[in-house]
């Protein structure tokens, strides 16, 4: 306010202050004009009275040369037929006709004219003022020219120009300090009690504005102590409980949202706003909640708001299609009349997953190892029912009894490996620093026989010995695994190349082999427990099913990422990325 209004009453007075300046310049302006002009046709009546005559009876030239040297003016002489018979300045020549100039025109008219123009003789903008001189029969036989330069007056309308711009900008500054200052004295007691309330109006109850005045703003400062105290007594208490609440509610795990019986959201936590994806900057205060949010799950959230008869209840829903909630509905009562409700949001979707994934695995386990037990159980059975006795058909179920209980054996063992994989702070977990390039060459060492059953070439890609810190055995089963895959799921003949490569962060191993490869709808399940990309493939070549399961378990828990990129009949490449310190 202040500055608005020092602004505008200074903008008021400079602007008078300059109309009048420049309409003081203007008016001395056309005074001077209008000076010098009389000056010059007094000079003239004064010449056509007692010096023209004698010059145009004996064309002595001595009186008007006089003349025009003490007063310092241009005489010219023209008769009626425009020739120029005197002209004072020295030096011009002949002049050529002045017939047609505009003030000779007016004057062989009869007229005494002014007229204000540039000289194309003198080369300067020149002030005339052209005189007619009648003879007895009154007519027009020479005229008196004196003319003057504009800028001889140049100079005194500078001088005055100058003093005016000075008198203007000393006035302004004048203005402007006591403006200041007068509207300063005035509005400051004002200014003060609205900073006051703008504190009070930011949460800084409690202050008190000193101000001794026997006028209005006294009164609307003792007003605003008043409220300052009074506020401060309110908000502290109140302030007190919010924080109470807000702590219980910021710290749920379960979303809350408080809304009225118009169906608008009063409060919601973080937790709610996480389930229901509002963003926490977003405004949806004062907001019906089927604005904020307009799934399918809000209608059913509806139904059960309306039920008014229904002073607790609860059920589950799915959301966002793969989220599953349970809410619990609280009516909030007040005057014995319901004001809104509370609701409460519990993501169960963990649990059910759990759930399905113990009943999947319980359902897979259980598939996997009746297999083999079934076998083992039926060839024993049919052993000691028919009593067969015969060596050779004894050795070929002997033998299919080893293989059923060496895959149990396999399957239990991975099953073991897994339940330690996906509880690894239950055990301890030995890092050393392992020289991968050594460990890859020990890898194909175990594997030898079975490579060279199929006529296979093992191959590593390393420039130079790359080390990583890491869990010897759990780096030994992943690639045992990964290897031992690629030798199973590839043609005989073919060739298996393990590629290390690293920089100062990662450790980069790829596997890759020119097998069977993986169909594209398979590739994002191949990590999953007991899934086979071919299972009638699988289970002959002997696969427990675990064997990725593991690898992907032992690459997350070690921080890294895994890919796959595979073609059907091409083969496959597994490009694992480790951190090469456990600390990175």
Sequence with gaps: MKKRLSISLT????TSIVICGLFTTISFRQSYYADTENNIKKNGDYIMNYILPDFLESGNKENLDNFAKSTNVR?????SQGEVTYESVQGLGGLENHKNRPEIIGALSGNQTTEVRFSNTIKDEMIYVATPYFDENN?????????????AMDDAMFEMINNIIFVILTTILATTLLINYFINRELKPLEDASIFAREIASGKYGQ???????DQIGELVESLNQMSVQLNNSFTEMNQKNAELTSILSNMNHGVIAIDKKNRIVHLNEAARKVLRIPLKEAVIGQNILEVYRESFIMELMTYLENDACEKTSFESRIHSNQVLRVYINQIEENNSINGHIIIFEDITLLKNLEKMRRDFVANVSHELKTPITTIKGFIETIQVNQITDPQTLERFYSIIYEESDRLSRLVSDILVLSQLENKGGFDRKFELLRTDTEIMQIFDILKLSAEDKAMELALNCEKSIELEFVADEFRQMMINLIDNAIKYSDPGQRVEVTLSADDEAVVIQVRDHGYGIPEKDVDRIFER?????????????????GLAIVKHIVHNNRGTIVVSSQVGEGTEFKITLPKFKDQ
């Design 139 to 151: 007519s027009v036989v020479a005229v008196l020219r004196i003319s003057m330069p504009v800028n």
């Design 75 to 79: 005489m010219t002489i023209i008769n």
């Design 208 to 214: 008190q504005l000193t101000m001794i005045r026997e």
């Design 11 to 14: 903008v008021i007075i400079i």
């Design 530 to 546: 007991f899934y086979r990309v071919d299972k009638s493939r699988s289970k002959e070549k002997g696969g427990t099913g675990l």
